[in-house]
C-alpha cells in the first residue's frame, strides 16, 4: 500500500484521490467521494496528501477534526519553482501551471480576498472550476522534473517539503487561534486611553493630549494630521521634514512630549482599539489568518487584524487557558548563525557553535570586547550599513571572518549585477527587471519608523537602484536562510506535538508560541530545542552551528519579556 495519495475537486461535486507510485502517476483505481474529510478519515495511513491547495482544501478538514500528517501543495511548489526558474511574479495557480504545460493561454491568478473578522475561510477566491485529478497529476509529474533541473535538486526538494508544512502549520495556527483575554484588553484600553466617547470620537486621554499639543503651539493643531504639526512646528520657528519620532523627539519644543506620546496611544487605538477587539476576537480566540511564505523573503505575513505588530502593551490581552501556559520562545541570534551555517566560515561557524552570547563571542575575537560594536559589524554585514563606522566595523569583521563577509559581499554584487540570487535551499530573490508589488514590510524589511528612511530594495519597492538591490540581496540570503530554517523547524516541533494536547498558536520569523496544559510545559520546551537542532541538520547538513532558544513559560504573553 502507498503512502501517498493525491487529492483532487472533481467535476460536480465531491473529490477525485488515487494512491501514487513512485512516479507521481496512479498506482490504483481512481476513486470519487462525497468530500474531502470523509475521503481523508478514511485512510490514516496515508503519508502524505498531494492536493491543489492546504489554504483550499487543509481549514474544511480541521473543521471536521480531521489532521493530515503531511502533504505537497501544488500551489506553494509553483511558487517557489517559479522563482527558482527567474519566473518569479508569473501566475502560481495550478490552473496557470497547466496552461504553462499545454501552451494554452494563462489566467491570472484569482485575486487574493480581504480577511473576514472572525471568520475562517480561503485565503483565496474559488477558482471558477476543479482541476480534474488527471491535470493535478500531470502539473505533480512536471513539478517532479522541475526540480531535478534545479541547481541543487536535493535542496530545492526540501524546500518544497518545508513550505508544504509551513502551510499546514499555518492553517492549524489558524483553526486554534491565539488564546485572547478581551476583559484584560479592555481593561488595558481604559488604562492607557480612558473613556470612551459617545459617537466613536477620540478617547479621553487622547483627546486631553491632543488640547496639550495645541495649547503648546499656541493654537488649534490636529496630532493625527502629519501635516498639520510639520507646519505648525514651521510657524514656531522650526524645521522637520516628518513626524516621524525618532526626528520630534531631537527638536526643543514643549509640544514634542504631548505629541508623542499622543502618537503611541493614537496608534494602539486605530490598531488595537476597541473596535478591533470587537472585530478580531471571538470565543477567547484571536486568528489573523497566518501564511506561509507570505514574503519574497519567506517571511509569513497575516491576512489582517495585524497579527504580526502586537504592540507589547496589548500582549497582557494573550492569557494562557485555565490550567494551561503559553511556552514563548525566542531564537537567540539567529541571523548572524545562519550566517556562519551558509558560510561555512570557520571562525564564525566556531563561535556560533556555542549556546552562549555570540555577540560577546565576536567582540572578544575582533573587537577588544566591546560588544556593541561587535553586533554592529554583524548587523552592518547583513544589513548592508557599510559606510561611516560601520565601513570601519566591516574591514574588523573581515579581517576575522573572511568567508562570511565575502558570502554577504557576493550576494550583494549578484543583486547589484541583476543576476538571481538564492538562500541555502533555493528560495530565489529576483531580479529588479521581475519585480513584483510587495512592500517594504510585506517583504519583511524594517519600517522606516524602525531603522529610519535607508530602506533595502524590495521587488516594487520604489529605490530600484542597483545600490539597494544589492543591499537587499546580501539580507536576502541570511534572512530567507532563515526563514527556511525556521519552516523545519515549525514541521519538527509540530510533528513532535503531534501526541500532546499542546498547540502552536503563533509564529513570526525567529519567535514560536505553543499553548499547551501545564503538565505539557517541560515536554514542549525540549521539543522546541530538539526541534531547533534538528532543522539546523536537515537545512545545513552538518555543521557546528548552534541555534539555542530562550524560552519563557508563562500564563500571559507580556511576562516573556
Request: aromatic residues 8%; contains cysteine; negative net charge.
Amino acid at each position: 500500500m502507498t503512502d501517498r495519495w493525491a487529492l483532487a475537486s472533481a467535476e460536480g461535486g465531491g473529490v477525485e484521490l488515487a494512491p501514487l507510485g513512485p512516479d507521481g502517476l496512479p498506482a490504483g483505481p481512481v476513486l470519487r467521494e462525497a468530500d474531502p474529510a470523509s475521503a481523508v478519515r478514511a485512510r490514516p495511513e496515508v503519508a502524505r496528501w498531494v492536493w491543489r491547495s492546504t489554504t483550499e482544501v487543509y481549514p474544511a478538514l480541521l473543521a471536521t477534526g480531521v489532521r493530515v500528517e503531511r502533504c505537497y501543495d501544488i500551489e506553494a511548489a509553483e511558487n517557489l519553482l517559479l522563482g527558482h526558474e527567474g519566473r518569479y511574479g508569473e501566475p502560481r495557480s495550478a490552473a496557470a501551471a497547466l496552461a504553462r504545460l499545454r501552451g494554452g493561454p494563462v489566467p491570472p491568478d484569482p485575486p487574493q480576498r480581504s480577511a473576514v473578522p472572525g471568520a475562517q475561510s480561503p485565503l483565496f477566491e474559488p477558482q471558477d472550476r476543479p482541476l480534474p485529478l488527471a491535470d493535478l497529476l500531470a502539473v505533480y509529474a512536471e513539478q517532479q522534473r522541475r526540480h531535478e533541473r534545479a541547481a541543487h535538486p536535493e535542496r530545492v526538494r526540501l524546500l518544497t517539503a518545508a513550505e508544504s508544512a509551513g502551510t499546514l502549520v499555518a492553517a492549524e495556527m489558524n483553526h486554534a487561534g491565539l488564546p485572547w483575554s478581551a476583559d484584560v484588553h479592555r481593561a488595558v484600553l481604559h488604562d492607557l486611553l480612558g473613556e470612551r466617547y459617545a459617537g466613536g470620537g477620540e478617547p479621553r486621554r487622547l483627546a486631553e493630549l491632543a488640547d496639550e499639543v495645541s495649547a503648546a503651539f499656541g493654537r488649534r493643531v490636529r496630532p493625527d494630521l502629519p501635516a498639520d504639526v510639520v507646519k505648525a512646528f514651521a510657524q514656531a520657528g522650526i524645521k522637520v521634514r516628518s513626524t516621524r519620532r525618532w526626528e520630534i523627539e531631537s527638536v526643543d519644543h514643549p509640544a514634542v512630549k504631548p505629541l508623542v506620546e499622543y502618537k503611541k496611544l493614537y496608534r494602539i487605538w486605530v490598531a488595537h482599539g476597541w473596535s478591533w477587539l470587537q472585530d478580531w476576537v471571538r470565543d477567547g480566540r484571536f486568528r489573523p489568518e497566518f501564511q506561509a511564505g507570505g514574503t519574497v523573503t519567506g517571511r509569513w505575513v497575516t491576512n489582517g487584524g495585524g497579527g504580526l505588530q502586537i504592540p507589547k502593551v496589548i500582549r497582557r490581552a494573550v492569557v494562557a487557558d485555565p490550567g494551561w501556559r503559553l511556552v514563548v520562545a525566542d531564537a537567540d541570534q539567529m541571523e548572524p548563525r545562519v550566517l556562519a551555517a551558509i558560510s561555512r566560515d570557520p571562525g564564525l561557524m566556531e563561535v556560533a557553535g556555542r549556546e552562549s552570547d555570540l555577540y560577546q563571542s565576536v567582540s572578544d575575537r575582533a573587537f577588544s570586547g566591546d560588544r556593541a560594536q561587535a553586533k554592529l559589524a554583524v548587523l552592518g554585514a547583513v544589513y548592508g550599513q557599510t559606510s561611516g563606522d560601520g565601513l570601519k566595523n566591516l574591514a574588523a569583521l573581515r579581517r576575522r571572518f573572511p568567508q562570511a563577509v565575502a558570502y554577504v559581499d557576493d550576494a550583494a554584487r549578484a543583486g547589484e549585477e541583476g543576476r538571481l540570487v538564492r538562500t541555502w535551499l533555493g528560495r530565489t530573490c529576483p531580479p529588479a527587471a521581475q519585480a513584483g508589488e510587495d512592500t517594504a514590510e510585506e517583504a519583511g524589511i524594517p519600517s522606516a519608523d524602525e531603522e529610519g528612511d535607508d530602506r533595502a530594495w524590495v521587488p516594487g519597492y520604489a529605490s530600484t537602484n542597483a545600490r539597494a538591490r544589492g543591499r537587499f540581496a546580501r539580507n536576502f540570503v541570511v534572512q530567507g536562510s532563515a526563514a527556511d530554517w525556521a519552516l523545519l523547524l515549525l514541521a519538527a516541533l509540530r510533528r513532535a506535538c503531534a501526541d500532546l494536547a499542546a498547540e502552536l498558536v503563533f509564529f513570526q520569523h525567529d519567535e514560536v508560541i505553543v499553548h499547551c496544559p501545564a503538565q505539557e510545559t517541560e515536554t514542549v520546551v525540549a521539543a522546541i530545542r530538539e526541534a531547533a537542532e534538528l532543522a539546523g541538520r536537515l537545512t545545513f547538513g552538518q555543521t557546528p552551528v548552534r541555534f539555542p532558544f530562550t524560552t519563557a513559560v508563562v500564563e500571559c504573553y507580556a511576562d516573556a519579556k
